[in-house]
């Protein structure tokens, strides 16, 4: 038993010592995702559309990454290593907290850049209506180090709704 909880003990200093630039947090058999939050700024035609029919906006995050040689597995449309995905419904303010995530270490080992990548796509959460009422930026794909810790806004309106005029 006591071999155990030495070998354990080691793991945990080697786990810890490997994470790049504090992006992870060792918890059991799994690695905490760094806080980050999606503020939606919404279209005046579009917040008066979902807002009329009690339709709320939907914020998903997918994790994923690059394998280290031979670790890999084909996961279309995601990178090598998928780490999981993570949905939150924006709050009054129309911002998504993804403050408690976590993915599986065993995962998260066989990545070969610990600074995995996170996409968001955001679509209205169809509780009042069937299909995507929302046409926001193209899925924002980035490595988690330039989340962690941030508030990213992303601009949306309704499908079919003709862009602002540049200024």
């Not at 071999?3 to 080697?14: D, E, K, N, P, Y």
């Not at 630039?21 to 579009?46: C, H, N, W, Y």
């Not at 993804?98 to 599986?104: A, P, S």
């Not at 169809?126 to 941030?150: H, M, T, V």
């Amino acid at each position: 038993m006591r071999r155990l909880q030495v070998s354990l003990a080691l793991v945990g200093i080697l786990f810890a010592v490997s994470c790049s630039r504090g992006v992870a947090k060792f918890m059991g058999k799994t690695v905490e995702v760094p806080r980050f939050a999606i503020a939606v700024e919404l279209s005046d035609q579009a917040e008066r559309r979902l807002h009329g029919i009690g339709e709320t906006v939907k914020v998903i995050a997918y994790f994923d990454g690059d394998a280290l040689p031979g670790q890999g597995r084909y996961n279309p449309p995601f990178r090598d290593v998928y780490l999981g995905s993570d949905e939150k419904l924006v709050d009054g303010n129309l911002v998504a907290r993804f403050d408690n995530g976590t993915v599986l270490l065993s995962d998260w080992n066989r990545l070969s850049d610990k600074d995995y990548f996170v996409t968001i796509n955001i679509v209205s959460a169809r509780k009042a209506y069937p299909n995507n009422l929302l046409d926001c930026a193209d899925p924002i794909s980035q490595k988690i180090q330039s989340f962690a810790g941030k508030t990213i806004q992303v601009k949306c309106r309704l499908i079919g709704e003709p862009s602002a005029p540049s200024r």
